[in-house]
């Protein structure tokens, strides 16, 4: 597709590490450059690129992006692992790729700051890590995606898989606290402490299913079932029926006009629930990525296409010369605020934006997923 690949030229061309136009959290509260999961998306993505296109453009930029923030001794700029916020371990990713890719001694020290935050990460009951510090006892389903890809990566990598079952644990167990079984669906996020304003004070859940949460732990599974390797067939086998289980789940849901998801994803009907580009986004990209992997049929795979193709048709536009992406959600969360209290209508209350790096990240690997079907 020419014009995706003209929009993310055109993202490129007017980024750097001091200023990403696609980090929309970063310029609306006014802040430095920092190490941070919304940066990882984006650079995961044009890494992920570069490998399908070998084109030399992505990696540049991508390691350009990176360096900056990786000091020689492995240090990163603006992280502190004692924060345990599992959002930070999502850019940490990227160092995998960039050591292979660029030999820098310090990106391989730079993956070890990285995993001293899981060492010490703490935990729920259950043996999950908590989602923050700040959010004590709490697991949400972002945050699987955000830590255990690159928890597994790092335990087979340098760990000779030592704790590759911990991280299998930890999907479990979402697998059986999280999950709805009148649906199929799983719910935002889940208070092992039953202690937040937020959660039901029989089960810990929050109130409803948000779409790119589920979209979180898609991907979370999908690129962890990747990586695990023969010697956990069985475990692999069982991540694998957990994530068709969710598909199967999410399918019946999907806007039959545009292949999208909504929002608040078993509200469609209700205004002002809306089409939402990140989460259908990230499960067009899961769903194609699991039919090459062998995880899904191949039947599936015009499902994941359709909601590639819904996007583009529906909010991927051009304005005064300019090409963008909307229906991105800004940001959700259940936080210390009341004002975070995960109903239908916060979802609803939270800015809609465009070019927004959690839309357009999860796209850019859609798209890769497209371009592998073409070879």
């Known amino acids: 597709m020419e014009i995706l690949d003209h929009y993310i030229d055109q993202l490129l061309a007017k980024s750097s590490p001091q200023a990403p136009v696609w980090n929309i959290e970063k310029i609306k509260q006014g802040q430095k450059p920092s190490w941070n999961y919304i940066d990882?998306?984006?650079i995961k993505a044009v890494l992920e690129l570069y490998h399908i296109r070998k084109?030399?453009?992505?990696?540049?930029?991508?390691?350009?992006?990176?360096?900056?923030f990786v000091r020689e001794d492995g240090s990163i700029d603006s992280y502190d692992p004692y924060e345990y916020n599992l959002d930070n371990i999502n850019a940490g990713k990227t160092l995998f790729d960039l050591y292979a890719l660029t030999g820098k001694e310090?990106?391989?020290?730079?993956?070890?700051?990285?995993?001293?935050?899981l060492k010490g990460q703490p935990r729920t009951s259950t043996g999950n890590f908590w989602h923050k510090k700040i959010y004590p006892h709490q697991i949400w389903l972002d945050g699987l995606y955000m830590a255990q890809p690159f928890y597994m990566q790092y335990e087979l990598?340098?760990?000779?898989?030592?704790?590759c079952s911990d991280s299998f644990n930890q999907f479990l167990n979402v697998y059986r606290l999280m999950r709805d079984t009148r649906n199929g669906l799983y719910y935002h996020a889940y208070d092992d402490s039953r202690a937040s304003f937020w959660?039901?004070?029989v089960t810990g859940l929050s109130d409803n299913f948000w779409l790119r949460a589920l979209g979180w732990y898609a991907m979370a599974l999908v690129d962890t079932i990747e990586i695990m390797p023969k010697t956990m067939s069985g475990e692999k086998e069982e991540l694998s029926?957990?994530?068709?289980?969710?598909?199967?789940?999410m399918l019946p849901y999907q806007d039959e006009a545009t292949g999208m998801w909504y929002q608040v994803v078993n509200r469609g009907r209700i205004s002002p629930n809306y089409l939402e580009t990140s989460g259908s986004a990230i499960?067009?990209?899961?769903?194609?990525?699991?039919?090459?992997?062998?995880?899904l049929a191949p039947s599936y795979y015009?499902?994941?296409?359709?909601a590639f193709e819904g996007i583009c048709e529906n909010y991927l536009s051009e304005k005064d010369g300019e090409l963008q992406l909307d229906g991105i959600c800004l940001v959700a969360g259940l936080g210390n605020t009341e004002m975070r209290e995960g109903t239908f209508d916060y979802y609803m209350r939270e800015p809609i934006v465009k070019n927004d790096a959690k839309g357009v990240a999860p796209l850019i690997l859609a798209y890769v997923e497209l371009l592998f079907s073409c070879r």
């Open 40 to 42: 990882g998306c984006m």
């Open 302 to 306: 015009p499902l994941g296409k359709r």
């Open 241 to 249: 029926r957990i994530y068709q289980e969710l598909i199967d789940s």
């Open 283 to 295: 499960f067009a990209y899961a769903i194609m990525k699991s039919v090459r992997l062998g995880i």
């Open 55 to 68: 084109d030399s453009r992505y990696l540049e930029f991508a390691d350009r992006f990176i360096d900056y």
């Open 199 to 201: 959660c039901d004070k």
């Open 157 to 163: 990598t340098y760990r000779d898989g030592e704790n």
């Open 106 to 117: 310090k990106y391989r020290l730079a993956i070890d700051t990285v995993y001293s935050q």
